[in-house]
T-cell receptor
């Protein structure tokens, strides 16, 4: 079935460094790719999303890139801060519908001051 | 806007009892989604509903689980005859339409003892 692989599962960086999280997906019909941030015991929060007609999107220190041919997309966080520490999840829509998202298993990001 | 409201936040049930989880979407949102999250895992899609209609229930177990989103009132996820394996965090999300990103609620943490 459809699958989303996310790497790495844990990532530790120094404050001010960049962090990159990568995801690959299997469903060639996927056309919507959101990223969520989840702090311990809290709800997932949408931080950025990208649709298949766009190759890159940026919002302040966060950027996402999408390579539809290779079926992979990445989250880039620049100038990391301790408050960026959380678990980050990528997701891909199942087919052309956003009604069913397939999530990766998450990346635990730790930003050390 | 109060956001997506889920209750209860924590629910303890004995094996064989019924669990009823409620979700009130954000004002103006007519699309509701339910996801299950196990510890250290990503979110697994369960069901996608619009008012009075189930759009996609491909992630719902065939037995014991049901969901509804009536014309009036919250969406309900119902688990009959709970077993220990049902213990998880259940997140509800809502959106104003299918082409929009989700907003998640704070989740209901179900513990079956």
């Amino acid at each position: 079935g459809e699958n989303v692989e996310q790497h790495p599962s844990t990532l530790s960086v120094q404050e001010g460094d960049s962090a990159v999280i990568k995801c690959t997906y299997s469903d060639s019909a996927s056309n919507y790719f959101p990223w969520y941030k989840q702090e311990l015991g809290k709800r997932p929060q949408l931080i950025i999303d990208i649709r298949s007609n766009v190759g890159e999107k940026k919002d302040q220190r966060i950027a996402v890139t999408l390579n539809k041919t290779a079926k992979h997309f990445s989250l880039h966080i620049t100038e990391t801060q301790p408050e960026d520490s959380a678990v980050y999840f990528c997701a891909a829509s199942k087919g052309g519908s956003q009604g069913n998202l397939i999530f990766g298993k998450g990346t635990k990001l730790s930003v050390k001051p | 806007n109060a956001g997506v409201m889920q209750n209860p936040r924590h629910l303890v049930r004995r094996r064989g009892q019924e669990a009823r989880l409620r979700c009130s979407p954000m004002k103006g949102h007519s699309h509701v989604y339910w996801y299950r999250q196990l510890p250290e895992e990503g979110l697994k899609f369960m069901v996608y509903l619009q008012k009075e209609n189930i759009i996609d229930e491909s992630g719902m177990p065939k037995e014991r689980f049901s969901a509804e989103f009536p014309k009036e009132g919250p969406s309900i996820l119902r688990i009959q005859q709970v077993v220990r394996g049902d213990s998880a965090a259940y997140f509800c999300a809502s959106a104003p339409g299918e082409s929009y990103g989700y907003t998640f609620g704070s989740g209901t943490r179900l513990t079956v003892v």
